[in-house]
């Protein structure tokens, strides 16, 4: 088995240890705490949602101070194939993950096929598929054995590449939504084996498939203060199923404020998953400011509730939003995008 001398940090050099082995079994994919401002990082169908081009960025350290910190970045836009034939949205995310010593690289390219359900045009059911690919690396250069020459530490960077694809469902109406999407399908049925060192197990880990299933509603208080409800339920058949509760305040049309917890549940027994590990998760606070009609400025700050609280400093997210319209801005205003 693996040392590191970061002794004062097991619990981290343990999730490593986890990657480099292929026995994480927790969620995997990346996660940011203002995906509610950008849902095409949960759901390929929510491509063309805003019927402009949409160009989003987002940056997140989390828990900050420990050695090895996730990091993860996104950068993604979407809109409308036709300003004036609605039915076809396109979008395409370039994502950054790493995690000590374990990093990827992923491209995707989204479709989404949108069905008007009446002649005003206020409710569609959209259907997404993304196809994409990830380049997935292990840096052994950044890990410090006690024991020299241990064959399952990389003597340098190794990478590789796994295709991916993902489908979702979403509808909406101008006061609530609903989407549904499965992210990883080519794990479906178990799980996808990504090597590296020519196909030893000892440098390999596994990705799981996950299905996401969100909901969401405007509720109109008065001309000058909006509340936005959601939650955002996510699964991977394996681990214990996470779950975000969201309650967000639209103050004067300018700043969005509000805040999320994570936690996660045993909907259903699963051999994997230890009933005595402490479910207690994350808790957020979300700001997101108007600079501009069309430009959007947020940022978000989360602090662990588990036993882990008292080896970091919380996590940073920051994230810049750009509406590309082409539209009259009064009739942009006319049919305000809340999701």
Known sequence: MLKYTYVKHTLLLLLCLNWLLGKLLAQQDVQ?????????TVNPAYA???EDWYFSSVYRHQWTTFPGAPKTAS????????ATQKQMGLGAQLAWDKLGPQEAIAL???????????EEDTRRLCLGLSLGITQYGIDG????????NDPNIPTGKMVTYKPDARFGIYYYTPTYYAGLSFMDLFAIGGQSNIYFNNNTLATSFQKLMHMYLTAGCIWNVSDDWILKPSF???EDFKGPTSVDLNL?????????????????????????????????????????????????????????????SGYQSGSHEISIGLLMSKKADAVRIKSPRYF
Request: glycine share 8%; net charge positive.
């Open 108 to 118: 995707y390219g989204s479709y989404a096929y949108r069905i008007q359900l009446e």
């Open 32 to 40: 940011f705490s203002q995906y509610v401002f950008n849902g095409i």
């Open 141 to 148: 250069s950044v890990l410090q054995p006690t024991d020299n």
């Open 48 to 50: 063309g949602y805003k």
């Open 75 to 82: 950068a993604s836009v979407d809109g409308l194939l036709s």
């Open 232 to 234: 955002l339920l996510k």
């Open 248 to 308: 967000l305040a639209l103050l004067s049309k300018k700043l969005w404020v509000g805040g999320s917890y994570r936690t996660a549940l045993n909907l259903w027994k699963k051999s994997a998953v230890n009933s005595s590990l402490d479910k207690k998760g994350a808790a957020s606070a979300v700001l997101q400011f108007f600079a501009t009609e069309k430009l959007r400025i947020g940022y978000s700050y989360d602090i662990v509730t588990s036993g882990l």
